[in-house]
């Protein structure tokens, strides 16, 4: 057998390591115990939210830098990844939680008009397509802030334009769309999201993801009557039903309706354009990773997607993970091989945490030294 080939395609471990960086410390883990003989090829992925610039950025696409508005009106240095006329946009590059400022969560008033002033920056670079990758957002605001950027026009009873955030939808009165950016009528625009919450409701944006930006239970009845009053004067009421309309805030219903986009699934677009299929074929492992093995990680996550196509092939998939609660049947439904946890190591998650560096490389080791023990 010549030098084993292995392919790191770890997803972010969420609040401590961004997915380059967990298959940089993977790889790291595999050289000490094995050398440096194995050829390590790192492949970052994300489903759609957070880490899908990298993504897309390892496999080829160009940074363009922007200066845009942050979650709370705050100039942050982010961009747009491009390849040809083809643009990425990572909404929580922009506006995302990692975007808010020291002073904390503010879910009354965290705004997506960022998003928006990254997409008039792509224009103006002369892209003829947009993928947005929604996830991690900060903001409730049903995609207004975006809106607004991007020349729509939200007023309140008396004329005057709204504030930002979505506690102030409860206060809109008037939504005039005729001054949106005409370039965006030629622009082939995708929205990519495994997230299939509606905009309202008990299962959409603002009572699902609403308390884990910080809302309490009466903001959340804030943004929900807000969201409502902005589907309705939108004229698409019945489209705050449709799959990914909740996604990030609701910026997903804003995107789908006010700007015509097609819902597309994060991680297949994601894997594709990463040409993970192809990689799998030079591969004699893979390891996937992120931060928690639970329940969601079945349902559109980009790790079970790539351990999908590792079985498809027939491809042993071992997954690293800061914690695991699915069993071993669950593991194998979706595709992975074994998997091994950081609480392994160090059984207190705050360590876990705060040692991750430390702990990753040490557990890939592991993984590596039991699937060569296999082979």
């Given at each position: 057998?010549?030098?084993?080939?292995?392919?790191?395609?770890?997803?972010?471990?969420?609040?401590s390591?961004?997915?380059?960086?967990?298959a940089?410390l993977?790889?790291?883990?595999?050289?000490?115990?094995?050398?440096?003989?194995?050829t390590?090829?790192?492949?970052?992925?994300a489903?759609?939210?957070?880490?899908?610039?990298?993504?897309?950025?390892?496999?080829?696409?160009?940074h363009?830098?922007?200066?845009?508005?942050?979650?709370?009106?705050?100039?942050?240095?982010t961009?747009?990844?491009?390849r040809?006329?083809?643009?990425?946009?990572?909404?929580?590059?922009?506006?995302?939680?990692?975007?808010?400022?020291?002073?904390?969560p503010?879910?009354?008033?965290?705004?997506?008009?960022?998003?928006?002033?990254?997409?008039?920056?792509?224009?103006?670079?002369?892209?003829?397509?947009?993928?947005?990758?929604?996830?991690?957002?900060?903001?409730?605001?049903g995609?207004?802030?975006?809106?607004?950027?991007?020349?729509?026009?939200?007023?309140?009873s008396?004329?005057?334009?709204?504030?930002?955030?979505?506690?102030?939808?409860?206060?809109?009165?008037?939504?005039?769309?005729?001054?949106?950016?005409?370039?965006i009528?030629?622009?082939?625009?995708?929205?990519a999201?495994?997230?299939?919450?509606?905009?309202?409701?008990?299962?959409?944006?603002?009572?699902?993801?609403?308390?884990?930006?910080?809302?309490?239970?009466?903001?959340?009845?804030?943004?929900?009557?807000?969201?409502?009053?902005?589907?309705?004067?939108?004229?698409?009421?019945?489209?705050?039903?449709?799959?990914g309309?909740?996604?990030?805030?609701?910026?997903?219903?804003?995107?789908?309706?006010?700007?015509?986009?097609?819902?597309?699934?994060?991680?297949?677009?994601v894997?594709?354009?990463?040409a993970?299929?192809?990689?799998?074929?030079?591969?004699?492992?893979?390891?996937?990773?992120?931060?928690?093995?639970?329940?969601?990680?079945?349902?559109?996550?980009?790790?079970?997607?790539?351990?999908?196509?590792?079985?498809?092939?027939?491809?042993?998939?071992?997954?690293?993970?800061?914690?695991?609660?699915?069993?071993?049947?669950?593991?194998?439904?979706?595709?992975?091989?074994?998997?091994?946890?950081?609480?392994?190591?160090?059984?207190?998650?705050?360590?876990c945490?705060?040692?991750?560096?430390?702990?990753?490389?040490?557990?890939?080791?592991?993984?590596?030294?039991?699937?060569?023990?296999?082979?």
């Amino acid at each position: 057998m010549g030098a084993p080939r292995v392919l790191v395609a770890p997803d972010k471990f969420k609040g401590s390591l961004t997915a380059r960086a967990a298959a940089r410390l993977i790889a790291r883990g595999i050289g000490t115990v094995d050398n440096n003989r194995a050829t390590t090829t790192a492949c970052p992925v994300a489903d759609g939210g957070e880490g899908t610039l990298d993504a897309v950025l390892n496999a080829g696409f160009r940074h363009v830098p922007v200066r845009a508005s942050g979650p709370l009106g705050n100039p942050v240095d982010t961009g747009f990844a491009v390849r040809d006329s083809h643009a990425v946009v990572e909404l929580a590059d922009i506006c995302g939680w990692q975007r808010l400022p020291v002073t904390g969560p503010a879910p009354l008033l965290a705004s997506s008009y960022g998003v928006g002033e990254v997409m008039s920056a792509a224009f103006d670079h002369g892209c003829d397509r947009i993928t947005l990758a929604v996830g991690g957002s900060a903001s409730t605001d049903g995609g207004a802030g975006m809106l607004q950027a991007l020349g729509a026009r939200l007023l309140d009873s008396t004329g005057r334009e709204l504030s930002a955030g979505g506690g102030a939808l409860t206060q809109l009165d008037d939504v005039d769309t005729g001054g949106l950016d005409p370039r965006i009528s030629h622009v082939e625009l995708a929205l990519a999201t495994d997230v299939t919450n509606p905009l309202l409701g008990p299962s959409g944006a603002a009572s699902v993801f609403g308390p884990q930006k910080g809302a309490g239970a009466c903001e959340v009845a804030t943004l929900e009557s807000g969201l409502a009053r902005l589907a309705v004067l939108l004229g698409h009421e019945s489209s705050a039903q449709q799959a990914g309309a909740g996604a990030a805030g609701g910026t997903g219903f804003g995107v789908l309706t006010a700007l015509g986009a097609t819902r597309i699934s994060g991680a297949a677009f994601v894997l594709d354009t990463v040409a993970l299929a192809d990689r799998l074929a030079e591969c004699d492992v893979v390891i996937i990773g992120e931060g928690s093995l639970d329940e969601q990680s079945k349902h559109g996550k980009a790790p079970a997607a790539v351990a999908a196509l590792g079985r498809e092939r027939g491809i042993p998939v071992l997954a690293l993970a800061g914690r695991c609660s699915l069993d071993r049947d669950e593991l194998a439904a979706m595709g992975v091989t074994r998997s091994w946890s950081l609480t392994s190591l160090e059984p207190d998650v705050e360590r876990c945490v705060n040692d991750v560096e430390q702990l990753l490389p040490d557990l890939a080791a592991n993984a590596y030294t039991h699937w060569q023990g296999r082979t």
